[in-house]
T-cell receptor, first 110, second 114 residues
Framework: AQRVTQPEKLLSVFKGAPVELKCNYSYSGSPELFWYVQYSRQRLQLLLRHISRESIKGFTADLNKGETSFHLKKPFAQEEDSAMYYCALKPGGGADGLTFGKGTHLIIQP | KAGVTQTPRYLIKTRGQQVTLSCSPISGHRSVSWYQQTPGQGLQFLFEYFSETQRNKGNFPGRFSGRQFSNSRSEMNVSTLELGDSALYLC?????????????FGQGTRLTVV
């Protein structure tokens, strides 16, 4: 069975500092990887997915199949980035639900 | 376009009762998935419906069931409620095709079992 691990429950950085939220996964096939974000009192929403290879709100994530990682990065953190971030995996082929990590609470200090 | 709508937002039930939660997906989306979110276990996949058929199921007991109607609206039912069923239940809809699997989430139904 697949698994997603986010080792940090809480990550606190200062505004303007670089941010890296770690995500490791285990899955024998070729998965789809996602980052979801939940801002305070808002619903869970997609931030980015590995197949689109785009930058959203300054965040990027590269799928490293050798290290089975999909870390989320942003060079300069902003206060509005404070939120819960979830890494999620969907088995290749699309015919299964998302497996989520436990989430990382990112706090950006002024 | 309207987002995913879940009703009710909050529910309080007694152990042993049953409960039905409702989810209206985004117009045009044929896939509806359900997730349970708890502080201890995080977000866990319950099941997915596509065109009125259950396509996938997570590792939950048979007390958890669901269905999908021809208009893609979905309901989830939990019978013989236990205290451990207290959780936030999230519904997500997506087009459901291999090429487009982006899931859009509702705000959830907070179920408290007393």
């Amino acid at each position: 069975a697949q698994r997603v691990t986010q080792p940090e429950k809480l990550l606190s950085v200062f505004k303007g500092a670089p941010v890296e939220l770690k995500c490791n996964y285990s899955y024998s096939g070729s998965p789809e990887l996602f980052w979801y974000v939940q801002y305070s009192r808002q619903r869970l929403q997609l931030l980015l997915r590995h197949i689109s290879r785009e930058s959203i709100k300054g965040f990027t994530a590269d799928l490293n199949k050798g290290e089975t990682s999909f870390h989320l990065k942003k060079p300069f953190a902003q206060e509005e980035d404070s939120a819960m971030y979830y890494c999620a995996l969907k088995p290749g082929g699309g015919a299964d639900g998302l497996t989520f990590g436990k989430g990382t609470h990112l706090i950006i200090q002024p | 376009k309207a987002g995913v709508t879940q009703t009710p937002r909050y529910l309080i039930k007694t152990r042993g009762q049953q409960v039905t939660l409702s989810c209206s997906p985004i117009s045009g989306h044929r896939s509806v998935s359900w997730y349970q979110q708890t502080p201890g276990q995080g977000l866990q996949f319950l099941f997915e419906y596509f065109s009125e058929t259950q396509r996938n199921k997570g590792n939950f007991p048979g007390r958890f069931s669901g269905r999908q109607f021809s208009n893609s609206r979905s309901e989830m039912n939990v019978s013989t409620l236990e205290l451990g069923d207290s959780a936030l239940y999230l519904c997500a809809s997506s087009p459901g095709t291999v090429r487009n699997t982006e899931a859009f989430f509702g705000q959830g139904t907070r179920l408290t079992v007393v």
